[in-house]
């Protein structure tokens, strides 16, 4: 029977399973080590930790080898993990001002207060594929082991532990750049009182109008390059119009993880958790808005990710100053979602043949019409 | 937990009958108790308001989004250790996905599964209702991709929102009226819109419009779990589903004069067609209900054993 051979039940399912085993069990290459993608696919691990939504290298570094390196797939695996565990205990609020910089970028000043930290990037070297075979590269990298323990000290871990007594000012938890806009009157007020518990987007559908946190809840949680792409959408028209925003803050650091204990009821600090976090200034020029003055955009998410922080924090402005005036909002809360998108997308693979059939019985009656007048 | 989850699914594959409950590490029906009593609310509120859209916090499963997560998280919230599970996709009990559906309500409960709704009491479905009368035994848990009936005349959520809360149902009218006027007949196909209990229109799934009469005055409870878009809403037995028409244009459902199952030989099934099949080049037409069809089969073959539908 014609579709029958497409059908497959338990068996061929299980083949499919067979075939995916057959690459990563029976391959020549070794067993592929969690510590080795964190050490060396730090970045992956770290967006499968802010996409799924938990924080735990060693869990989404098995998810990324489970999900044969797709992202996506392997926050999926994260994020349905998480659906079997109970909510047993809820963290403190923590201060974002409490974090730790591993690393510090200030655009906005040539001399902010703070330092100028730039921490682990790459951000000023050359694009250059190592093109060398594979025996190269690896001699090329124990000279530079060697060369390394021999001649560097690194202090940005052992400081980043953070003597609470810190310089505020040179020291590895600046004061934020805001503070200082602040100070000298060059920021709207935009505090409010009316949004005080965070909106939690993993118990409650975030929907259009929703308030500030759920937005940011959403975007810290969003697939990376669907944020960019709403980011962008908003840069070149189709969707709107962002122009050019300062970064005030790139911050890439430790923040503690608190709980209340449940028998002392002191707050403990249990963890830290790497986020990044930034800041975005935007120039208020509508009709409606304080000219003498900018607002500023808020972004952090899991791991280090500036791409996605720094588009939280413009898409975060871009939606205030929106004002619920176009589909902004509603872009945000339902399209970046990793899953959602990609899952919906995938499932076009499944049979449609009986919505097919209802279509085409349609189509027929369509005919059928056209040809009697 | 001791064994991954997923080793737990694979390795029970092998010994899905006879696996006890209580040699599993996760919790029955997989989702934490809380995630399940969430659900079960929504559930409640959907009944009480028949084809409201209820918004609930939908779980990430082990399935993706689209894949029949909302009816999985539905199913997995309202079973029991006494139930009957039965999966079709397309009518189909053997649909892959269908195959990966059962397995994941099976393995995580270890309850018994069946193909034929008479065994039944939960019967999870994508696009169909089975040809057999369903009645109060039986649960109908119908995954939904697009629970939105209005999105054709209104993109903007807040605006949807609106016209549900006031039963402003008019562009609704207008669009099917404009379609009846530019094309001669109303075109739309499967999840056409229905008007449940003289209140709330609904997205039935993409049904066919063959099954659509079905859900009226039915005696089973029907359940609509949209995982992806986080809501759930409901048709309680016994209440009137009217898809929207004009009196003087009746509700067409798929019908093809003279098509019938080649399996089994009905016209009074929902019919797929298998295309260009035969010799002559023409198709030819089966039932979408595999198990209907096989037991029909069977009946016209023996008509002396048991009916069981």
């Known amino acids: 029977m014609g579709y029958a051979a497409a059908r497959g039940g338990l068996k061929a399912i299980e083949a499919a399973e067979r075939l995916v085993a057959r690459e990563r069990v029976l391959g020549e290459s070794p067993w592929l080590e969690s510590k080795q993608m964190i050490e060396k696919l730090r970045l992956a691990v770290d967006r499968v930790m802010g996409e799924g939504g938990l924080w735990d290298e060693h869990l989404a570094a098995s998810a990324l080898r489970q999900a044969e390196g797709d992202p996506i797939e392997a926050a999926h695996l994260l994020r349905s993990y998480r659906s079997t565990l109970p909510r047993l205990a809820y963290t403190t609020p923590v201060d974002v001002d409490d974090l730790v910089v591993l690393r510090r970028i200030v655009p906005a000043f040539r001399n902010p207060p703070g330092p100028q930290l730039l921490g682990r990037t790459t951000d000023y070297t050359g694009r250059l594929l190592d093109t060398n075979d ?22 940005t871990d052992e400081s980043a532990d953070g003597a609470p007594d810190d310089d505020p000012v040179e020291g590895r938890r600046p004061r934020r750049l805001l503070d200082l806009l602040r100070d000298l009157d060059a920021v709207v007020d935009r505090r409010r009182v009316d949004d005080p518990e965070p909106f939690d987007i993993t118990r409650h559908p975030a929907r259009p109008p929703a308030t500030r946190s759920a937005r940011l809840a959403t975007m810290a ?17 189709p969707d709107g119009y962002l122009h050019e925003i300062t970064l005030g803050e790139v911050r890439h650091g430790r923040l503690p993880v608190r709980v209340v204990h449940p028998l002392t009821g002191d707050e ?28 500023v955009g808020y972004g952090l998410c899991f791991g280090h990710n500036e791409k996605k922080a720094i588009a939280m924090a413009n898409l975060d402005i871009a939606c205030e100053r929106d004002k619920g005036r176009t589909f902004l909002e509603q872009s945000i809360l339902l399209t970046t979602d990793g899953l959602d998108a990609s899952g919906f997308l995938e499932h076009l693979k499944l049979p449609h043949y009986v919505t097919f059939r209802s279509m085409m019985e349609r189509k027929a009656a369509i005919r059928r019409h056209q040809k009697s007048v | 937990m001791n064994t991954s989850l997923l080793q737990q699914v694979l390795d029970r594959n092998t010994r899905i009958d ?21 659900i079960r609310r929504a559930i409640l509120t959907a009944v009480a308001v028949p084809g409201y859209q209820v918004p609930f916090g939908s779980r990430e499963m082990p399935v993706a989004r689209g894949w029949g997560s909302g009816g999985l998280q539905i199913s997995l919230a309202v079973v029991g250790p006494d139930d009957v599970v039965k999966v079709i996709d397309q009518g189909d009990d053997e649909g892959v996905n269908a195959v990966n559906l059962r397995r994941l309500i099976v393995s995580s409960t270890g309850i018994p599964e069946s193909t034929t709704p008479e065994d039944s009491t939960l019967i999870q479905t994508r696009h169909r209702i089975p ?21 054709g005349v209104e993109r903007d959520m807040r605006e949807l929102a609106r016209m549900h809360a006031e039963a402003d149902y008019a562009r609704m009218w207008v669009s099917l009226y404009e379609d009846k006027v530019r094309n001669g007949v109303i075109t739309r196909t499967t999840g056409y819109p229905c008007l449940v209990n003289g209140r709330y229109v609904i997205a039935t799934t993409p049904i066919p419009r063959w099954d659509v009469p079905r859900l009226h005055q039915s005696r089973f409870l029907s359940l609509f779990g949209a ?7 409901a048709v309680p037995p016994h209440t009137d589903v009217e898809p929207l028409t004009f009196e003087d244009v009746p509700f067409e459902v798929e019908i093809t004069p003279g098509a019938e199952c080649r399996s089994c030989g009905s016209s009074e099934s929902f019919l797929v067609e298998v295309p260009g099949s035969t010799t002559d080049g023409g198709g030819h037409w089966v039932c979408s209900d595999s198990d209907w069809c096989r037991r029909h089969r069977e009946r016209r073959q023996h008509p002396s054993r048991g009916d069981r539908s």
């Open chain 2, 18 to 38: 006879e696996s006890p409950v209580a040699d599993l590490d996760v919790n029955f029906g997989l989702l934490d108790e809380y995630s399940k009593r969430e």
């Open chain 1, 268 to 295: 403990i600090s249990i963890t830290d958790v790497r986020v990044t976090e930034v800041e975005a200034i935007e120039d208020l020029n509508g009709i409606d808005e304080d000219r003498g003055r900018f607002d």
């Open chain 1, 134 to 155: 594979e025996t190269t590269q690896r001699t090329a990298a124990e000279k530079m082991a060697a060369f390394l323990e021999e001649n560097v000290t690194f202090t």
């Open chain 2, 227 to 233: 995982g992806r878009e986080k809501r759930i809403y």
């Open chain 1, 221 to 237: 949680r969003a697939e990376t390059g669907a944020l960019v792409n709403v980011w962008y959408r908003n840069i070149l028209g």
């Open chain 2, 131 to 151: 040809e057999d009368p369903l009645d109060e035994r039986h649960t109908l848990i119908l995954q939904v991709p697009v629970p939105e009936p209005l999105r």
